[in-house]
């Protein structure tokens, strides 16, 4: 492992100030959405909403905003740990994958000035013979880490892309006649899990695509004869890029982003055209 300063490195200062920030939000959004249940009943994404308004007495909404609330905070409380999982790998694990990086421009240990780039290296991860072992070791931990956790990946794009549509669609079609505080709402319901998503495939794209770049580093590196260059292309060839996805069927890269954003920018001009 990398001999790491935590006042140097400036990926421990994000990640603490992520942390910190979900930490809060988390709790904080389950009770406001508990609030606006209870001032809002009537609003369609809630079950009271097919009851008539004589049935929205405060005493039967109070049992069941503790409910609701109950289940959001449940909810909220299971994707914080998720949440805070992920941006542990995200952030940290692209770091250790750069002690591979065998181009003598891009050692860590050459550079200086303070900041998130000067740290020192483990010489050894190297070095030929135990730089296959131990970037094997890092492709094994990988896949279990996405065995794991890749599962919500898709799921969770596919909500997000759908919640902003929707949010987008309804600040567009009724924002004539919505009240203040519901057009804020949706537009920071929007605004934030779009946020975070972008976050997320950034971090992963730059794992890909730094991934990429340890590999041609192995292979272009002369290891001081023909045939150790010879069995570290063999090498080469059999791994694949680190990466945060699931499976075959999605890898976040550099393009991920812009694709996000492409899909929701389309979504939102065709509800326009609809319109």
């Not at 929205?56 to 909810?75: A, N």
Request: charge should be positive.
């Amino acid at each position: 492992m990398p001999s790491i300063d935590p006042n140097k490195l400036a990926g421990n200062w994000i990640y603490d100030f992520a942390t910190c920030v979900m930490c809060i939000w988390f709790p904080i959004t389950g009770f406001l959405v508990s609030c606006h249940y209870i001032l809002f009943p009537d609003w369609p994404i809630y079950f009271t909403s097919f009851l008539s308004k004589e049935d929205l007495t405060f005493w039967k909404l109070l049992p069941m905003g503790l409910v609701w609330f109950s289940i959001l905070q449940t909810g909220w409380m299971n994707l914080l740990a998720m949440a805070i999982i992920m941006q542990t790998y995200v952030i940290y694990f692209n770091r250790i994958q750069l002690e591979y990086n065998c181009s003598n421009n891009a050692a860590w240990s050459q550079c200086g000035g303070g900041g998130f780039m000067s740290q020192t290296t483990v010489s050894v991860f190297r070095e030929f013979g135990t730089l296959q072992k131990y970037y094997r070791q890092l492709e094994v931990v990988n896949v279990i880490f996405m065995d794991a956790f890749s599962i919500v990946i898709v799921p969770t794009l596919s909500v997000i892309t759908n919640l902003a549509l929707f949010c987008n669609y309804s600040m567009i079609r009724y924002g004539e006649t919505m009240n203040i505080a519901n057009f804020i709402i949706l537009g920071a319901w929007s605004g934030i899990s779009t946020l975070a998503i972008v976050i997320a495939l950034t971090f992963g794209g730059s794992i890909y695509n730094d991934g990429n770049k340890v590999l041609r580093s192995m292979k272009n590196k002369d290891w001081d004869s023909k045939a150790r260059n010879k069995e570290m292309k063999r090498f080469v060839r059999s791994c694949r890029p680190i990466y945060l996805g699931y499976g075959t069927m999605y890898r976040a890269r550099k393009t991920s982003v812009l694709r996000f954003l492409q899909g929701i920018n389309r979504g939102t001009f065709r509800a326009v055209l609809t319109i």
